[in-house]
Each structure stands twice: as structure tokens, then as C-alpha cells.
């Protein structure tokens, strides 16, 4: 009688259930999914449950004053509220609430939408983008691209090489290189405009160039998109009859895999690498390549090739002169990189790391529905190169970031912390480590993604596995303190070229102070 006393005491007094048998959360199944499709405080109780099953830094969060438990009793009347009949619920007013519900989790990773049932709008926030608004650096490191091409005009390069193929670089030649796409049919429609007695092919080729054109100039001062890019190859395929130059489609998988890489030698052989997120794998191993671009074109063929010649160029360059005792040293600027492929490690950090792989950290995952059910920690490694090449262990190796430098690149500053021969130069990282794998592994890992993005009316980013590091530290929210912190002078870059950060790397690699 005590114990069934107690029982239903427990069950009376118990607002939720820590312990919920579990619920395919990661997927579109309508049970899960019945009550968040036309409530607020269904949406709420979704994303509470799923988070208490499938977090993976409770534990750090218990530490850093969180109390889950507190969140629900604090948050749930407020979602409640948003259901009152005849209560409008706008955008702004959703998301405000849900930036307030989500700012105290330090998962860097982490985004959260849900959809305004009343708008049928998706509504996305994000703990990891608030904290870096906070930041001092926050809109320099945002918007930031290195770009070396000032240093090779006053001759401090003896190599410099750059190519672009992000969805941006690819149409900014059609928006803007002279005597290609928009700039040629402009050219092209004021000569027939000038021109007296057109024949009827000439005519026709003038009014298909000023719809070509006002069709483009419109398209340009869109966001760009998978939506805009599909937009582009639809105008592409209508005035294909005109052959403009350079006004070819383009993949839509160049919104995701596009990117830019830089490198550079100086006149005393520094090698520089920088590239725009951690794409390489697509570019530099022929099955992700077939993957992501299946029945590839020429044009693609060649893009892929032009970011080969590129890599190939720095990782020779290091084994030829490292070789004969020339090389002073290597930087790899992975400044404003948000991360990508854990496969590209061995191109990067990895090309000059013996093989064996690299133990940067540690990681643990959740082995169970309970909030505190996690793996031991287990050893974090980094590929690296395992074919034959030149160890650059004798070398200063300098590892640029600051505070949009995420994941992968947070990953390539570990690897510097724990290399004897290696510092890290610029700012504190973005705090985004814990890593992600798709939907697929829910059932072996018990987190993950929560539902499925823009299917189901919540949506969470989640990583799968918690990262620490080697100190066994928790550095989510937090970032990588860099060995040398410096600013980025942003008014000296745009009046100069000259790069605050990058001028202290090589400085460092020249004096060793």
C-alpha cells in the first residue's frame, strides 16, 4: 500500500517523463508529429522530448547552470499561450520565443525550426549564431574572404593561384566579366540598337538580348539559391539560340560543393593554402566527384580539374622544397571556413602528418534514450595521408582561424593544439565541434536529426557525437583559443590588401616569436 502510494504520488507530481520509451523523432511518422502540426505547445513538447532523448551535452550543460527540467515548466505555458484562440501568431513573434527558449544551449551546431502552422512559414533559430553576434569580431570574421593578391602584386609571392567555383564566383563572371554573358549581350543589343535596316535574324536576335538581359539583371539582385540557380538555367535554356559566351547552366550541387581555394608560395617558401569550406574531397577524389556530379559535363570536368591543379600545385610545392631543405614553413588558413567533409583532413592538416592517423580529441555518443546516457570518451582521430609524402615535422606549421572558422576547421585548430611543430594564429573559433552524421544513424547512435527538414513542422540540426578536447574539455560554445591571438584590421585590408593576421603568421614563421 506504501509503494502504491508512492507511485501514484510520483505520477501526479511528474509534469513530463525523463524517461520516454523511445520515439522515431528522427522521422516523418504521424504519431510523433499528430499535435506539432496545429500547436504551438505541441511543437514545444516535440522539441523538449526529443532533445531530453537525443542531446548529446547534458552533462555540460548541467555545469553551466542549465536545468532542463526548469526550461519545460518555464517555456511550455508561454507556447501555451500562443494557442489561445483568436491569438495571432506572427514570424517575429515565434522566432523571438524560440531564441529565448533555445540561447543558454552551447551545441555550435545546432539549428531549430519550426513551422508557423498560421504563416505556414519555417521558422529557424540557432544558439551558435546568437553567441557570435555577440561577438566583438563578429562582423568581420561573417562576411571575411582571404585574399592574398595584393601581396603578389608587391612581389612578396613568387607563386600566386586562385580559382572559384562557388555558385557565387560561377555567376559572377556572367554578372560581371568583360566580354562574357551579361556584359557581351549588353555590348551585342547596343550594336543592333545603332544599326539601321536590320535583316529579320537580326531582329529577332535584338529582341531576344533585351529580354536576355532585363531577365538577368532582375535574376542578379536575388539571394542566391538553389531556387535562383534553377531560375538562371531556365533563362540559360531559353536563350541558348543567342550563344552568348560563358551563359552556360550550372549545377545546383555547386551551392552546397562550390568552392574557393587560394595558394600561394613566398618569396622566401612559405606555402599558403586557404579554401572556403571543406569541399576538397569532392574535387580531389574521382568517386565523391561521381557522386556529386553524376553524368558530369564537360564544363564540370574542367572545374573539377582547375581545383586539382590548384592543391596539387601547394602539395607539391611543399614536397619539392621540403625535399632539398628549402621550405620555412607551411600556413593553412582555414579563417571564415565552415566546415564540410571530415575526409579532407588528409589534404589539409593531415598532407604533412605521418600516416597513422592524428588523435586531435575525444568523442562520446548517447548509447540510450535516458538524458545522461552516453558512451566512455573515446579517441578523436583526424585522417591523414597514407600514401607516401614529405612529414613536415621540422617546419613551423601555422594554422590560421577566427570566429567563423566552424567544425572542420575547429577540427584542423585541434590538430594544431596537439602538433608540437604547429600554432594557431588569429581568433577564438565559432565553438561548433560536436559532429553530425545523417538521419540514417539514428537507430544505431539514439541521436541526431530531429524530423525531417521541411517535412515535418519541427526540425532540429543535432549533431550525433559529442567532441572534446584533448584535455578532455568540452569546447562547444565556447571555440579554440588561438596560441597568438590577433585582431583582423579590416580598415588597413580594404585600404592596402594588406592582411593584419596573415602578416602576423608570417612573421611568427620568420622569427619564431
Same mark, same amino acid.
Given at each position: 500500500?506504501?509503494?502504491?502510494?508512492?507511485?501514484?504520488?510520483?505520477?501526479?507530481?511528474?509534469?513530463?517523463?525523463?524517461?520516454?520509451?523511445?520515439?522515431?523523432?528522427?522521422?516523418?511518422?504521424?504519431?510523433?508529429?499528430?499535435?506539432?502540426?496545429?500547436?504551438?505547445?505541441?511543437?514545444?513538447?516535440?522539441?523538449?522530448?526529443?532533445?531530453?532523448?537525443?542531446?548529446?551535452?547534458?552533462?555540460? #550543460? /548541467?555545469?553551466? %547552470? =542549465? $536545468? @532542463?527540467?526548469?526550461?519545460?515548466? +518555464?517555456? !511550455?505555458?508561454?507556447?501555451?499561450? *500562443?494557442?489561445?484562440?483568436?491569438?495571432?501568431?506572427?514570424?517575429?513573434?515565434?522566432?523571438?520565443?524560440?531564441?529565448?527558449?533555445?540561447?543558454?544551449?552551447?551545441?555550435?551546431?545546432?539549428?531549430?525550426?519550426?513551422?508557423?502552422?498560421?504563416?505556414?512559414?519555417?521558422?529557424?533559430?540557432?544558439?551558435?549564431?546568437?553567441?557570435?553576434?555577440?561577438?566583438?569580431?563578429?562582423?568581420?570574421?561573417?562576411?571575411?574572404?582571404?585574399?592574398?593578391?595584393?601581396?603578389?602584386?608587391?612581389?612578396?609571392?613568387?607563386?600566386?593561384?586562385?580559382?572559384?567555383?562557388?555558385?557565387?564566383?560561377?555567376?559572377?563572371?556572367?554578372?560581371? #566579366? /568583360?566580354?562574357? %554573358? =551579361? $556584359? @557581351?549581350?549588353?555590348?551585342?543589343? +547596343?550594336? !543592333?540598337?545603332?544599326?539601321?535596316? *536590320?535583316?529579320?535574324?537580326?531582329?529577332?536576335?535584338?529582341?531576344?538580348?533585351?529580354?536576355?538581359?532585363?531577365?538577368?539583371?532582375?535574376?542578379?539582385?536575388?539571394?542566391?539559391?538553389?531556387?535562383?540557380?534553377?531560375?538562371?538555367?531556365?533563362?540559360?535554356?531559353?536563350?541558348?539560340?543567342?550563344?552568348?559566351?560563358?551563359?552556360?547552366?550550372?549545377?545546383?550541387?555547386?551551392?552546397?560543393?562550390?568552392?574557393?581555394?587560394?595558394?600561394?608560395?613566398?618569396?622566401?617558401?612559405?606555402?599558403?593554402?586557404?579554401?572556403?569550406?571543406?569541399?576538397?574531397?569532392?574535387?580531389?577524389?574521382?568517386?565523391?566527384?561521381?557522386?556529386?556530379?553524376?553524368?558530369?559535363?564537360?564544363?564540370?570536368?574542367?572545374?573539377?580539374?582547375?581545383?586539382?591543379?590548384?592543391?596539387?600545385?601547394?602539395?607539391?610545392?611543399?614536397?619539392?622544397?621540403?625535399?632539398?631543405?628549402?621550405?620555412?614553413?607551411?600556413?593553412?588558413?582555414?579563417?571564415?571556413?565552415?566546415?564540410?567533409?571530415?575526409?579532407?583532413?588528409?589534404?589539409?592538416?593531415?598532407?604533412?602528418?605521418?600516416?597513422?592517423?592524428?588523435?586531435?580529441?575525444?568523442?562520446?555518443?548517447?548509447?540510450?534514450?535516458?538524458?545522461?546516457?552516453?558512451?566512455?570518451?573515446?579517441?578523436?582521430?583526424?585522417?591523414?595521408?597514407?600514401?607516401?609524402?614529405?612529414?613536415?615535422?621540422?617546419?613551423?606549421?601555422?594554422?590560421?582561424?577566427?570566429?567563423?572558422?566552424?567544425?572542420?576547421?575547429?577540427?584542423?585548430?585541434?590538430?594544431?593544439?596537439?602538433?608540437?611543430?604547429?600554432?594557431?594564429?588569429?581568433?577564438?573559433?565559432?565553438?561548433?565541434?560536436?559532429?553530425?552524421?545523417?538521419?540514417?544513424?539514428?537507430?544505431?547512435?539514439?541521436?541526431?536529426?530531429?524530423?525531417?527538414?521541411?517535412?515535418?513542422?519541427?526540425?532540429?540540426?543535432?549533431?550525433?557525437?559529442?567532441?572534446?578536447?584533448?584535455?578532455?574539455?568540452?569546447?562547444?560554445?565556447?571555440?579554440?583559443?588561438?596560441?597568438?591571438?590577433?585582431?583582423?584590421?579590416?580598415?588597413?585590408?580594404?585600404?592596402?590588401?594588406?592582411?593584419?593576421?596573415?602578416?602576423?603568421?608570417?612573421?611568427?614563421?620568420?622569427?619564431?616569436?
Amino acid at each position: 500500500m506504501i509503494l502504491g502510494a508512492l507511485l501514484l504520488t510520483l505520477v501526479a507530481t511528474s509534469c513530463h517523463d525523463d524517461a520516454d520509451p523511445m520515439v522515431a523523432y528522427a522521422f516523418d511518422d504521424n504519431q510523433s508529429w499528430a499535435e506539432a502540426k496545429s500547436s504551438y505547445a505541441g511543437k514545444f513538447r516535440v522539441f523538449w522530448k526529443a532533445m531530453n532523448q537525443n542531446y548529446t551535452l547534458w552533462d555540460y #550543460e /548541467k555545469e553551466c %547552470g =542549465l $536545468d @532542463w527540467d526548469e526550461v519545460y515548466d +518555464k517555456y !511550455l505555458p508561454k507556447f501555451e499561450a *500562443l494557442d489561445e484562440p483568436g491569438t495571432v501568431v506572427s514570424d517575429s513573434v515565434l522566432k523571438a520565443l524560440m531564441t529565448e527558449m533555445v540561447a543558454p544551449l552551447h551545441d555550435g551546431h545546432m539549428s531549430v525550426t519550426f513551422t508557423n502552422h498560421q504563416t505556414k512559414n519555417n521558422v529557424r533559430v540557432s544558439p551558435g549564431n546568437k553567441r557570435f553576434e555577440e561577438r566583438d569580431d563578429y562582423k568581420v570574421a561573417q562576411g571575411f574572404s582571404p585574399d592574398l593578391r595584393a601581396y603578389y602584386m608587391n612581389n612578396q609571392l613568387r607563386h600566386y593561384q586562385t580559382y572559384d567555383c562557388t555558385v557565387v564566383g560561377l555567376l559572377r563572371r556572367v554578372a560581371l #566579366e /568583360k566580354g562574357l %554573358g =551579361l $556584359d @557581351w549581350a549588353r555590348t551585342r543589343l +547596343k550594336e !543592333l540598337q545603332n544599326l539601321s535596316g *536590320l535583316t529579320d535574324g537580326e531582329l529577332k536576335e535584338m529582341v531576344g538580348l533585351s529580354g536576355l538581359v532585363d531577365a538577368l539583371e532582375k535574376l542578379f539582385k536575388k539571394d542566391v539559391t538553389k531556387a535562383m540557380v534553377n531560375e538562371y538555367n531556365t533563362i540559360v535554356t531559353q536563350y541558348a539560340y543567342l550563344n552568348v559566351p560563358f551563359l552556360e547552366p550550372v549545377n545546383t550541387a555547386f551551392v552546397d560543393y562550390g568552392i574557393r581555394i587560394q595558394y600561394a608560395l613566398t618569396t622566401d617558401n612559405i606555402a599558403y593554402l586557404n579554401f572556403s569550406m571543406f569541399g576538397l574531397s569532392t574535387y580531389l577524389i574521382d568517386a565523391y566527384f561521381n557522386d556529386m556530379f553524376p553524368n558530369a559535363t564537360a564544363r564540370e570536368k574542367e572545374i573539377r580539374d582547375h581545383v586539382q591543379v590548384i592543391w596539387n600545385a601547394w602539395f607539391d610545392s611543399i614536397q619539392k622544397l621540403h625535399k632539398s631543405g628549402k621550405l620555412n614553413g607551411v600556413i593553412i588558413d582555414v579563417r571564415s571556413n565552415p566546415g564540410g567533409m571530415i575526409s579532407d583532413a588528409r589534404f589539409v592538416f593531415g598532407a604533412l602528418m605521418p600516416a597513422g592517423d592524428l588523435q586531435y580529441g575525444w568523442a562520446r555518443y548517447k548509447r540510450g534514450v535516458g538524458r545522461y546516457d552516453y558512451t566512455p570518451l573515446m579517441p578523436k582521430m583526424s585522417f591523414t595521408m597514407q600514401d607516401t609524402h614529405e612529414i613536415i615535422d621540422d617546419k613551423p606549421i601555422v594554422v590560421m582561424a577566427n570566429g567563423f572558422s566552424v567544425s572542420m576547421a575547429e577540427m584542423t585548430s585541434l590538430s594544431a593544439k596537439v602538433t608540437k611543430n604547429a600554432t594557431l594564429i588569429g581568433k577564438r573559433t565559432f565553438g561548433g565541434l560536436c559532429a553530425l552524421n545523417d538521419n540514417s544513424n539514428f537507430s544505431d547512435y539514439y541521436a541526431g536529426h530531429i524530423g525531417v527538414s521541411g517535412v515535418t513542422p519541427v526540425y532540429v540540426y543535432l549533431p550525433t557525437e559529442c567532441i572534446f578536447d584533448i584535455d578532455e574539455k568540452p569546447l562547444d560554445g565556447i571555440g579554440v583559443t588561438p596560441d597568438i591571438e590577433v585582431d583582423f584590421n579590416e580598415e588597413q585590408f580594404k585600404a592596402t590588401g594588406n592582411d593584419s593576421q596573415f602578416d602576423r603568421a608570417l612573421e611568427f614563421i620568420r622569427t619564431g616569436k
